[in-house]
């Protein structure tokens, strides 16, 4: 079983386009994040969910949009992909609080926009 | 701002070698230290993970070095194997009893271990 499912793994759009990504997680997890991963590497959060209460904001443009309709669910939405945009997306989860906090990862999204 | 700063970004060893990979962080508020390892096309996934409150921690072949005073953490791989070869990045996290869980991650270091 996995953990921490995100689907798509690949997305291929033109710039303009509005594209959402999906992520469940069944281990039980109350707070649910966004990672972008860039050209280079780099991981940085964007957003985090706890019991479907946003708790992170990171400095994101206001076209991407996440959900979370239970604590099990968190998708992206973004709106007007731009070249920018292209990277790969990490969905994690992990239990609020915990003197050790340890996140679980999902596969990633890797969107390219053309 | 970098808060964790992670070095060398590449490495290169032989079966066998030691690799060692260093980082540094600067928020004295942050008490997680993990270490994450991602295989191409793979999510990161927790290797080894310390708290400020130990100065080594030991996982099979994996150690982390932990210095407060300095504020540097460092991973060691003992017997380094082909399969190690990966992308390796740590990370800080820490607020306190309200912790988010929100990982702060150095720039990562991609290592090779030669046959």
């Known amino acids: 079983d996995t953990a921490v499912s995100q689907t798509p793994k690949y997305l291929v759009t033109q710039m303009g386009n509005d594209k959402s990504i999906k992520c469940e997680q069944n281990l039980g997890h109350d707070t649910m994040y966004w990672y972008k991963q860039d050209s280079k590497k780099f991981l940085k959060i964007m957003f985090s969910y706890n019991n479907k209460e946003l708790i992170i904001n990171e400095t994101v443009p206001n076209r991407f949009s996440p959900k979370s309709p239970d604590k099990a669910h968190l998708n992206l939405h973004i709106n007007s992909l731009e070249l920018g945009d292209s990277a790969v997306y990490f969905c994690a989860s992990s239990l609020y609080g915990q003197f050790v906090p340890e996140a679980f990862f999902g596969q990633g999204t890797r969107l390219t926009v053309v | 701002q970098q808060q964790v700063k992670q070095s060398p970004q590449s490495l290169i060893v032989q079966k066998g070698g030691i690799p060692i990979i260093n980082c540094a962080y600067e928020?004295?508020?942050?008490?997680?230290f993990p270490w994450y390892q991602q295989f191409p096309g793979k999510g990161p996934a927790l290797l080894i993970a310390i708290r400020p409150d130990v100065s080594e921690k030991k996982e099979g072949r994996f150690t982390i070095s932990f210095n407060k005073s300095a504020k540097q953490f460092s991973l060691h791989i003992m017997d380094s194997q082909p399969g190690d070869s990966a992308t390796y990045f740590c990370a800080a996290s820490g607020e306190g009893s309200s912790n988010t869980g929100k990982l702060i991650f150095g720039q990562g270091t991609t290592l090779q271990v030669k046959p």
């Open positions: 928020n004295t508020a942050f008490d997680y």
